[in-house]
């Protein structure tokens, strides 16, 4: 077979998905697709007035994850939660899961027992049933799921719905997630450093450990909108960072956005851990991602029933495309920003490769 | 951590998979929910009177094909192929499809687009739109599918739907797809013997490797039953061969069958690979497995409109359940028939560990 060979690396992630929506595009859409691939969850019609949702996600060992850094328990909600968070973004509650398991021969019936616990424990937490399974041997840990949710016709979500003069608003703290990756990685650099002699302080950081290792998908929070009347022009989950989902919800709306830095809201544990390693905390949310918080944009007449509502921020604005993505502080004044990072934001990169999600990016690749 | 390791090859695939439905067994069910973990795909309520169907099925480099061995268009169209059977065995046919793909970096962007590529044609083949996607690097190529399909509520087919006195049918032919496994893995010692000198000769047996390489879901075969006016009691899809196959219908349908030697319809090609390898052919169909033709049941008053489909056999009857799960021949008369094989039936267990499925069973780990 003669074959000429180009390196994956010239495409990365975005190349690939991108490439992958292109090669099929010859495929007939058929009328009650609504959302195909570009959008958190792609969104069918399912009946009348009712539409399902339906997302993929797989963590890989090595890749997403270390599994000697990470409980099998931990590891089985957060694959359920970053799953279930993309449903979540659409507006949607989630009611189906399957799992495909490859499972490497070196782990015990135990390791996999308490992977099926945290499936179940999360399973349970979003009220959604395990449906199907596939179970194979593997190099490394696999894990892909795949759920399906369901969201009134009314109710659905998009990227792309955000308008001129919207309000651009985020649910939760961030930046918790990437500061639990630092005190992990700190605390294994010291392991290796001194050995059994290590006895590692993991109390004074409990919070964005959890934040990293066992987030929550914001179904709380949707539930809560429509409690308070409130529905989101556009919405997505933040899994690579701030900057990176403004930029998604700014391309497919059309529209530029401002991020107001000093709104940006943090958890302290947050705050004493960019303290200790002297980050600057602001990357920290704009570029760490695997919060799992919302980032969505409200009209201007629903934006006091977000300020009233608990554990909403207002964070910035919706403005003509014209403007670009830009960053505001006192300090900067107004800054273009780019999606993948300030210049002076370079994380270790083999560290990033190992823990991190989108290793494919250029950044980090 | 104190753990105690139990090794994972004491479980086995069916028990995990088993071990998975215990250990979630404590979520709540919906009363939309119509048939979990246990057969092709579960099923759930969509609209008044109609039903969807979800299934997940993953290929795993090195456990389930083998990349030198299949050309990336094939693995493409192979894995859409599986998992859409899965669909047709429960009589639905496949609407969207979302894939979770983990590429080893020393892949060719030429072999992505080629992956790609038998993925486009899969799922024009079967009518089907690619709604979702993630990709990662991983260490091995790997392949996960889900797909949704839809199905009337009076036209879905279980696999415990069976009575006693039903035929037990099956469609098109079986055993090639192990027929074409026997020839590449002959061919690769050939090339392994003689290296450049070696000239395959794959002329002759284009038929069984394409059952083996490129294998068809039959959704051809529920479309030409709906218009004859078949619908089958039970059905099960063929991944794991016959003797297997039945055994799932039989258990859950609480019933026996006998399934009859001599009616097992074969393809010459396939004849004349066993007769190459002096093999006992009847074996190929009932443990070879990866045909993906369906295996079902009919009720005596459908038997005629089976007789009258081409493409259609009759191989046997569903009988109490005290008789058991039998095989009969003129040479040897009723005979117990095990799920896993005939005693003297002793595949190659390494060449299996590379490209067969089920690597967990017992009789091959």
Known sequence: MSQTFTPLSTLGEFGLIQRMSERLAGVARSSRLIEGIGDDAAVYQASEGLLHVITTDALIEGVHFDRTFIPMSFLGYKAISVNVSDVVAMNARPLYATIALGVPRNMSVEMVDSLYDGLQIGCKKYGMELVGGDTSTSHALYISI???????????????????????????????AYAGLKVLLDQRQALKDMGDQYEPDLDAHQYVIQRQLRPHARLDMIEA???????????????????????????????????????????????????????????YALFGGEDYELLFTVDPSQVALVDALEGCSVIGNIEEATKGIRAYSPDTGLMPLHPSGYQHFNPDSENLDVLGPDHFQDSRS
Request: charged share 25%; glycine share 12%; proline share 4%.
């Open 146 to 176: 795949t759920v399906v949710g369901e969201v009134a016709e009314q109710d659905v979500v998009f990227r792309r719905g955000a308008n001129v003069g919207d309000f651009l608003c985020v649910t939760g703290d961030v930046g918790g």
């Open 225 to 283: 909108f429509k409690k308070a009347g409130i529905k989101p022009t556009s919405m997505i989950d933040i899994s690579d960072g701030i900057a990176s989902e403004v930029h998604h919800i700014a391309t497919k709306s059309g529209v530029g956005a401002t991020v107001r830095i000093p709104a940006l809201p943090f958890d302290p544990e947050t705050r004493a851990v960019a303290d200790q390693f002297m980050d600057d905390i602001d990357a």
